[in-house]
């Protein structure tokens, strides 16, 4: 065994040199550790020092960067402000240019609109009853009722109303009476006063329309709220109402009689019933839904009905019978597109153009305010608005230029136009002669269409006479004109016999009628004493007049005033005999003297060659209540019923 003591030993020695080995190898090591400790602390300290210089310098940088971006927004925001302020000045200026126009014609509207406003009382009441009251009759008695009743009653009860107030001037405006024009209602006062009339009434239109000029208004004026046409004992007249009704359509009954269905009356009265937000209507038994643009038109060619008078409060009566001043104009306008075409051409798009400048100048002003009212926010901040502004007020100066140039070009053309008044004042004369003969008799009536005919043919007959070679244009016209002669004569035939067969001898001289003259068609008469008027000669003239000519139409040769007055005496006396011999071919022999003196002595007071006076002391005589004593030197031979 070994020693312990050694082992030991020999254990220390080895762990003592281990100790030194190691000591020689990490001492160095800990004292470059403590010089790198040193310089570490000594290296942090002057870092701690830099960092604290560093904040100190980024603190006044930071500073130094907030007042200069101060400064640039500063700069920046006094920039954008002065082109603002720039950009509302240049909006101000263009802002006043579009609206400097208007500035004197708002500031006169705002000083009318507030003296009106003072009267508006007696306006609204004057123009009330002119809607409820003064429909069914002419122009005369509208007058009369407005000056003389109306206005009187206002005035005598202290009521406030302008001094020369006028309905129409309250009721409507030029850009309405321009669309209505468009749509096809004649220009002249009593036509307008009907339009009036008829779009303000709360109760629905019965139209006395023998001429047919307010049903083709209607017609036109509808036709965009589905206008359904119906007649009185059509059956599916009660379904077309619960369909329009329910639909919001608008529904016209057209050559309605005297008598009414009484199934209508609940819609002629408008006999509603609330029943939550809906308006009901008993119609046949039915309840129906009532459209609030629901509109009912009535129209009746009798030219003096007698309605009961249920139907007269509850429907408006609207006497659409043409006046003779009215019949004049579309007179005049027809012998103008006879002989100058060229003017007839340009005076109608002068019209066309003139009524849609009212109506372009309405709807831009209206415009122009809506915009203006309904602005949001800075007036001036709304470019878009004042661009609008500027577009509108530009075709708004356009257009009145415009106007201001047609005006001057239609007033040319209605004093040529005017030189054919003559003729057309004729036509008209003896359209109203025509008019007046059934006082005569009750067989005497007669279309307007017809007699367009007649005067168109009246005006041939002179382009033939002076030219020979003088052709008709063969157009493709409306056969309605002639189908209204040929049912005029169907109508009236049946009568005429049983009216001959009573007439006796009387009715036989009318048989053996003398030749005509030269150019004169002889109407036919039968074995029975039936008066036939030869229709298909004025049908067939009726599509010749109203035919549109392929050839494109020259300009007319203007004639000297001495040759165009000449012209416009053959047009008149050929417009006279034509129409005559048309109104002859339908009367009895007994009458034809007495309508030949009528149209004698009108022309004659026409031409102011005879006073009215005169006229009607010779056809009416004069009742004298104090009659003197008979003379004795004519006692003999004079009666008392005599003197």
Known sequence: SKSLAAEGLCKWVLNIVQYFDVVQTVEPKRKALKEATEQLEEANTKLQHVKEVVARLQAELAKLVAEYDAAIAEKNAAIAEA?????RLGLAQRLVRALSSENERWAKSIVDLSSQLNLVVGDVLLASAFVSYAGPFNKKFRDTLVKDHFSKFVLENKIPMAPAANPLELLTDDAKKALWNTQGLPTDVVSIQNGTILTNSERYPLMIDPQLQGITWIKEREKANNLQITRMGNSNMIRILETAIEAGYSVLIENMDEQVDAVLNPVIGRNFAKRGRNK????????IIVSEKFRLFMQTKLSNPHYPPEIQAEATLINFTVTEAGLGDQLLALVVSKERPDLAKKKSELIQQQN?????????EDGLLYQLVNVQGDVLGNVELIENLEDSKRVSTEISEKVEIAKVTEAKINETSESYRAAASRGALIFFLMNDLYKIHSFYMYSLDAFVVVVNRAIDLVNEEENPGFKRRQTVGSPAQGQQVRKESEARSPQIKKEEKKEGEEGKEGKEEQEPKEG?????????GEVKIDTAAIEADGQAEKAVDDVKEEEAPQLSP?????????????ITYQSFQYIRRGLFERHKLIVATMLCFRILIRQGKLSEEEVDHLIKGKIELNVPAIPEAIRPFI???IW
């Open 639 to 641: 009666t008392d019923q």
């Open 83 to 87: 082109e603002r302020c720039q950009l």
């Open 280 to 287: 009901l209507l008993k119609l046949g038994g039915k309840d």
């Open 562 to 574: 001495r040759s165009l007055a000449k012209r416009v005496d053959k047009l008149t006396d050929s």
């Open 520 to 528: 004169e068609e002889q109407p036919k008469v039968d074995g029975e």
């Open 356 to 364: 849609s400048f009212k109506i372009r100048l309405k709807d831009l």
